[in-house]
């Protein structure tokens, strides 16, 4: 059986109707839809066990600590890391990037340098240019080579020992890129740069081994891998969290306080002050346990069949351009493609249209646009419920725009 | 009402638009939807996106303006030759959606002839003139060249009477 046949059912909002058409949702890549056990979780959870996790010294509190607890160790045999204390929820993507290059920002000196890429989203640019400035410290990023991948050579030669951090994408959000993550990380280590993995592409789709990746830092949210919005995931190596001073205070991440000064908590609390998001973390377990069940290898062979069949069946259409790597190339579950005369918003509306949900405009990743000499593009990106059919109508339908506008 | 190419395909009645469109919310001053679909691109939107009146260069131009549309990346820039106080002639440029680009192109022909100081023409005279009703998500598209044309009225070049 097909992974999407095995899954559809369990997605409630696919049976809507949008514009007369059955919804064919093709932007997990900005949030996925949910499967009704990670919403029944949560409802469960706000039903039944919902009280401050930590430190209310009754039943639900106990619960409630319980299960936030549970998906830590859920997050972290999920990921492979080598210990609990390592994996630190977050807000999501964005706010674990900040977290860290506000923690990792404020050791910065003049002539540091940060290296990033021309492919990252924004979230893993702007936190970086505003850790660097002020400080006297060079944000500098690492091109592309072909409009497809990074120039392994000029990351090689931009790596000095003046580079403090490198942070740069799993998979890229627009073209679908892999990264040689274990490659770069070990070029970013031997010259003791800290490695920061953006991995918001990549969770969803890939099977993830914190213990053969080799990077110090790999960050993700919940809501793209069916999981709910409001959490993330931030794994850091536990030798250099511990070595890492806050930078953000409050309850949670101390053990005692006085007017002038504090003594911080032990790991993974440490970095997770205020109340945390509970409810999310029960949903979180949840869509890890879905994801679980059905096999990440199984995951990632299914989506990679999709976005090998949009990409030959899109390029394939007179006057469609396909970015990012080949079909022959391995690519996360993205696709961005433009239409000739087109703008990608008419191209994303005409096909809302028909029912079909796809991403358009400039991905929050404006240096990549620029590369690419484009206002924006439109993006299809695909989860575990999207079949072959899906992809089908979106071909059908962009094959039939020129007359459409 | 105009032919559009590729129109015939998919049974574009009447019938079908009012199953799937009740309200009528995109069709307003619009045609039977293309291929069954409600669109919210009205025959004005269609025909200016194809064929603008006043896309080009402005030789001897005394006000530019260019802005971004952070949302989608839309870039407009609006040329004006304005002369005694009056606009005397308007083009603009873009990369823009087929929604901007028509409300640029009517905003262009709204203005010729109009008072600098005062030129009077607003958001409502844009949705009036493009007959669609634009969702929130899209109205930034037909505000854009607005935004551009209060700008370059408060830098023009070359008009040292203009200048405040």
């Keep these: 059986m097909r992974l999407d046949e095995l899954t559809r059912p369990d997605f409630p909002i696919l049976g809507r109707i949008v514009n007369g058409r059955p919804l064919i949702y093709l932007d997990s890549a900005a949030s996925s839809q949910k499967p009704r056990t990670v919403i029944e979780a949560m409802s469960r959870y706000y039903e039944r066990t919902h009280a401050n996790v930590h430190r209310s010294?009754?039943?639900?509190?106990?619960?409630?600590?319980?299960?936030?607890?549970?998906?830590?160790?859920?997050?972290?045999?999920?990921?492979?890391?080598?210990?609990?204390?390592?994996?630190?929820?977050?807000?999501?993507?964005?706010?674990?990037?900040?977290?860290?290059?506000?923690?990792?920002?404020?050791?910065?000196?003049?002539?540091?340098?940060?290296?990033?890429?021309?492919?990252?989203?924004?979230?893993?640019?702007?936190?970086?240019?505003?850790?660097?400035?002020?400080?006297?410290?060079?944000?500098?990023?690492?091109?592309?080579?072909?409009?497809?991948?990074?120039?392994?050579?000029?990351?090689?030669?931009?790596?000095?020992?003046?580079?403090?951090?490198?942070?740069?994408?799993?998979?890229?959000?627009?073209?679908?890129?892999?990264?040689?993550?274990?490659?770069?990380?070990?070029?970013?280590?031997?010259?003791?740069?800290?490695?920061?993995?953006?991995?918001?592409?990549?969770a969803p789709h890939l099977p993830l081994d914190m213990s053969t990746l080799g990077c110090d830092f790999y960050v993700f949210s919940a809501h793209k891998m069916l999981g709910p919005t409001g959490i993330g995931v931030l794994y850091g190596r536990r030798e250099v969290l511990e070595r890492l001073e806050p930078g953000r205070g409050g309850s949670e991440m101390i053990k005692e306080v006085w007017i002038d000064r504090a003594q911080w908590n032990d790991l993974p609390w440490r970095f997770e002050p205020g109340t945390p998001p509970i409810a999310e973390a029960v949903g979180l377990t949840a869509a890890i346990e879905y994801l679980e069940k059905l096999g990440m290898e199984r995951v990632a062979e299914h989506e990679g069949a999709l976005s090998r069949q949009a990409v030959e069946a899109l390029a394939a259409i007179p006057g469609v351009t396909v970015?990012?790597?080949?079909?022959?190339?391995?690519?996360?579950?993205?696709?961005?493609?433009?239409?000739?005369?087109?703008?990608?918003?008419?191209?994303?509306?005409?096909?809302?249209?028909?029912?079909?949900?796809?991403?358009?405009?400039?991905?929050?990743?404006?240096?990549?646009?620029?590369?690419l000499a484009v206002v924006g593009t439109t993006r299809a990106s695909f989860s575990v419920f999207n079949s072959p059919d899906d992809v089908a109508a979106l071909t059908t339908a962009v094959a039939g725009l020129p007359g459409a506008l | 009402m105009t032919a559009v190419p590729g129109a015939g395909a998919a049974g574009s009645s009447g019938g079908f638009a009012a199953a799937t469109d009740p309200g009528g919310r995109y069709r307003k001053g619009g045609e039977a939807p293309l291929r069954g679909i409600p669109l919210p691109y009205s025959d004005i939107?269609?025909?200016?996106?194809?064929?603008?009146?006043?896309?080009?260069?402005?030789?001897?131009?005394?006000?530019v303006a260019e802005d971004v549309n952070p949302l989608c990346g839309d870039r407009v820039r609006l040329m004006l030759r304005i002369e005694n106080g009056t606009i005397a002639a308007a083009r603009f440029l873009g990369d823009s959606c087929a929604i901007c680009t028509a409300s640029a192109d009517v905003l262009a022909e709204l203005i010729e002839g109009r008072a600098r100081a005062a030129p009077g023409v607003g958001k409502s005279d844009l949705l009036e003139r493009l007959q669609s009703d634009i969702r929130p998500t899209r109205m930034r598209c037909v505000t854009l060249p607005l935004t551009v044309l209060a700008t370059a009225l408060d830098k023009p070049i070359g008009d040292p009477d203009a200048a405040r």
């Design chain 2, 45 to 63: 939107i269609r025909q200016r996106w194809r064929q603008p009146r006043f896309r080009g260069e402005l030789p001897g131009a005394t006000a």
């Design chain 1, 323 to 371: 970015y990012g790597p080949p079909s022959s190339r391995e690519r996360g579950a993205v696709v961005s493609f433009a239409v000739t005369e087109f703008h990608p918003h008419d191209v994303a509306a005409l096909l809302d249209a028909e029912g079909i949900a796809v991403r358009a405009g400039h991905h929050c990743a404006m240096p990549l646009m620029r590369r």
């Design chain 1, 57 to 202: 010294i009754h039943t639900l509190g106990e619960e409630a600590t319980e299960l936030y607890e549970a998906a830590r160790d859920r997050v972290q045999r999920f990921i492979g890391a080598a210990h609990r204390e390592e994996v630190i929820f977050t807000r999501g993507t964005t706010d674990g990037i900040s977290l860290l290059a506000e923690t990792i920002g404020r050791t910065l000196r003049a002539g540091d340098e940060v290296l990033i890429t021309e492919l990252e989203h924004h979230s893993n640019i702007i936190p970086w240019q505003l850790a660097v400035r002020d400080r006297g410290a060079v944000l500098t990023a690492v091109p592309l080579r072909d409009g497809e991948a990074l120039d392994l050579e000029a990351f090689a030669r931009l790596v000095t020992p003046r580079t403090r951090v490198v942070a740069f994408a799993h998979v890229s959000n627009v073209l679908g890129t892999v990264n040689p993550v274990g490659e770069m990380c070990a070029r970013a280590r031997s010259a003791g740069a800290l490695t920061v993995v953006d991995g918001a592409q990549a």
